[in-house]
């Protein structure tokens, strides 16, 4: 079973998570230490006030949009559209960031009339964040909906696929999925034996693969010195760094604190890690003066019951 305040806790962990790191993003992990973030606020690369959101949010919230009515593909892929071109779910009606890999997945849809899940680019070097940064809304409905793990996996697989076709985005989503399906089926177990366990299961669960990009997720991430963390763009490197940020702090404020001031791709570390950290400590964890502050809360309030009553 999900609550409602899981879903608030999922998404809006998310979404704060997202805005914190939004005036961070691009700067070097050099600079985050002699100037860490500790609070929400503005400026930054893209100029953004206090409180304003990014891709991976107005992704996320297409992605809950298009479930409410149950799994089609080509309805979700149109909203993403509805958002790159359209400047829809976005917080001040502008599209002020977004990735090359989606870009040009989506025109693939808009302009090519590709299958939608033909449109995802496939190339080892298309392995952005750009599906892990969404994906949690895809879970949430999986496991709500009681699919079998064959279908769970396949459903991630497709949801990644309509933007990151490749092998490694998808195996990135669905090693996201078991810590998510872990934190829901075991409530007050340490964070750490449910961060364990799902690793676990994910190992015996692609047994049969040979990714040797997830070798330190699998065997010593968590004792790895932050320095030998990367915070770039790649998405193994994103489920680390939500990973080892969640394993290495004992709240919501500073999990999402430590995997924002990596610095570099700071807002999707950022929601990949708030995702999980406030859906293992509970919505109430999430600072009431940062969530005050977040552009259109009571939009995404309302998807967030709409989502729910829908599952």
């Not at 080509?74 to 829809?88: G, L, R, T, V």
């Not at 949690?136 to 697989?157: D, G, Q, R, V, W």
């Not at 702090?249 to 430590?258: E, F």
Request: hydrophobic residues 35%; proline residues 3%.
């Amino acid at each position: 079973m999900i609550s409602k305040e899981n879903v608030y806790a999922a998404i809006l962990g998310g979404i704060v998570a997202d805005a914190l790191g939004v005036p961070y993003e691009f700067k070097s992990r050099e600079d985050m230490q002699k100037d860490p973030a500790t609070k929400m606020t503005n400026g930054g690369v893209h100029n953004q006030p206090t409180g304003t959101w990014s891709d991976d949010s107005s992704m996320t919230l297409a992605t809950m949009d298009s479930l409410i009515n149950g799994v089609n593909y080509e309805d979700m892929i149109s909203k993403f559209c509805a958002w790159i071109f359209e400047a829809e779910y976005t917080p001040h009606d502008d599209v002020f960031d977004y990735g090359k890999t989606t870009y040009r997945a989506l025109r693939n849809f808009r302009e090519e009339s590709m299958d939608p899940l033909d449109c995802g680019l496939t190339g080892e070097r298309d392995n952005g964040n750009g599906s892990l940064m969404r994906i949690m809304p895809a879970i949430l409905y999986a496991y709500a909906n009681e699919f079998i793990p064959e279908e769970k996996s396949e459903f991630i697989n497709n949801v990644s696929s309509l933007t990151h076709a490749h092998p490694i985005s998808q195996a990135s989503c669905n090693i996201y999925r078991f810590v998510v399906e872990q934190i829901l089926e075991n409530p007050g177990e340490d964070f750490k034996i449910i961060i364990t366990n799902a690793i676990d299961k994910s190992r015996e669960f692609y047994e049969n693969e040979d990714f040797e990009c997830f070798y330190n997720i699998y065997n010593d991430l968590f004792h790895m010195s932050e320095n030998e963390l990367s915070s770039r763009g790649y998405v193994v490197y994103a489920l680390e760094i939500a990973l080892y940020s969640c394993y290495h702090t004992d709240s919501y404020k500073d999990a999402v604190l430590k995997a924002v001031n990596y610095g570099d791709d700071t807002d999707t570390n950022g929601i990949i890690t708030g995702g999980l950290a406030a859906l293992y400590y509970g919505f109430n964890s999430i600072p009431e003066e940062w969530l005050e502050q977040i552009v259109k809360l009571d939009y995404i309030e309302g998807l967030c019951d709409e989502f729910y009553d829908s599952l």
